[in-house]
């Protein structure tokens, strides 16, 4: 404990400047530390050794022992910093480099199935006239309800469980791309108007929407829909069925086994619910909750009361609308068995597409 700092620091320099000269430099520092500075190392040692001295030598020895410590740790970090500075000069000098080789290809990621099936659908529905609409994430309590004839006290608002986002609810987040309906017959009312619309006027509406929902393998709170409306004069059952017949033909490249069922909604009269049988099983499963029928797509012909309410006179204009279910087409697309996947974000997941 009396040698001098310079005769306990020189050894261990040493070993450090033949390090720097090394192809495995880094890994001949570490050791370098690993015996010097961690626990069993020498600096170590020497602060173990200090109680066993007399007093008036351990603050002397103390000292040493902290400088010593500082030193190899200076050594180590300059020695690091050299050998980076010299990398980068190799690197940027092209040491090494070969201009003939291939480069490195990036990594090329792929379209999430529900973006994929989206696109696939807007260009059918525009080969078949339609257009394609947007609207708010984040809607208002009339667009989302009152202007599609579910008035404050109606008691369809039971069936969707809303986030509301201000105390008085006057903003929510949108339980359906249906807002977007509302909104797209408020503007088909004033170019009516203006004498500048030539029926009918199709459009679809892709989105996100969100509810309250208790998740299972069919359920999420958030998820995806594509509205559909059709305004004209005329318009019946017979052109519903048509068009959703070319819609899921379209989508699955062959015929798929459909059932219409009366169904309620409040913006359509007569609505019904289109169901497609369950690709994943016979005899029932937890997709389809043991009915061998997966719910898929309410439709109907747009009540009167919505015509009206935006604008349209319902003894003159008609139409039909459908709200598809995205995430449920894209289960049966691609034979997916719980809706939490799609927005689970696991790459093990996605990486299959």
């Known amino acids: 404990m ?31 530390e690993r015996e010097t500075l961690d626990k069993g190392g020498v600096v170590a040692a020497l602060l173990a050794a200090i109680p066993t001295l007399p007093g008036p030598e351990r ?45 490195q290809r990036a990594a ?7 973006v994929a099936v989206t696109r696939e659908l807007e260009d059918l529905f525009t080969s078949m006239g339609y257009v394609v ?22 008691p369809a608002r039971d069936m969707q469980d809303t986030f509301r986002l201000d105390p008085e609810g006057k903003l929510v987040l949108r339980t359906h791309t249906s807002a977007v309906q509302a909104r797209g017959l408020k503007r088909l009312a004033e170019e009516v108007r203006a004498g500048r619309f ?28 594509m509205e559909g409306l059709v305004v004209g004069k005329d318009i019946s059952v017979g052109h519903l069925i048509g068009a959703m017949k070319t819609l899921l033909r379209g989508v699955f490249g062959r015929e798929i086994e459909i059932r219409l ?52 006179d319902p ?19 691609y034979g997916i068995d719980d809706v939490r996947l799609l927005l689970s974000g696991d790459l093990r997941f996605l990486e299959q597409f």
């Open 2 to 32: 009396t040698e001098t700092l310079e005769s306990l620091f020189e050894p261990i320099r040493a070993r450090i400047a033949a390090a720097e000269s090394q192809e495995s430099a880094e890994d001949v520092l570490r050791q370098v």
């Open 59 to 103: 603050p002397l020895a103390g000292k040493r022992a902290n400088e010593l410590k500082g030193a190899i740790t200076l050594a180590l970090a300059e020695a690091r910093e050299r050998l980076a500075t010299r990398a980068m000069e190799r690197e940027r000098a092209g040491s090494g480099f070969d201009a003939t080789l291939p480069g």
């Open 108 to 114: 090329r990621g792929g379209l999430h199935p529900l």
């Open 133 to 154: 609409l947007d609207g708010p994430e984040i809607e208002t309590d009339y667009h989302n309800f009152e202007a599609l004839n579910i008035p404050r006290d109606h």
């Open 198 to 225: 030539a029926p009918p006027f199709r459009a679809i509406v892709p989105g996100k929407v969100f509810r309250q929902e208790t998740t299972d393998a069919s359920h999420e709170h958030t998820f995806h829909q």
């Open 261 to 312: 069922r009366p169904g309620y909604f409040p913006f359509v009269e007569p609505g019904f619910e289109l169901d497609a049988r369950c690709p994943f099983c016979k005899e029932g499963c937890s997709v389809c909750k043991r009915s061998t029928w997966i719910e898929l797509l309410p439709c109907g012909l747009v009540h009167p009361n919505v015509l009206k309410e935006c604008g349209l």
């Open 315 to 333: 003894e003159e204009w008609s139409g039909f609308a459908f709200g598809l279910g995205l995430s449920r087409l894209v289960m049966l697309r």
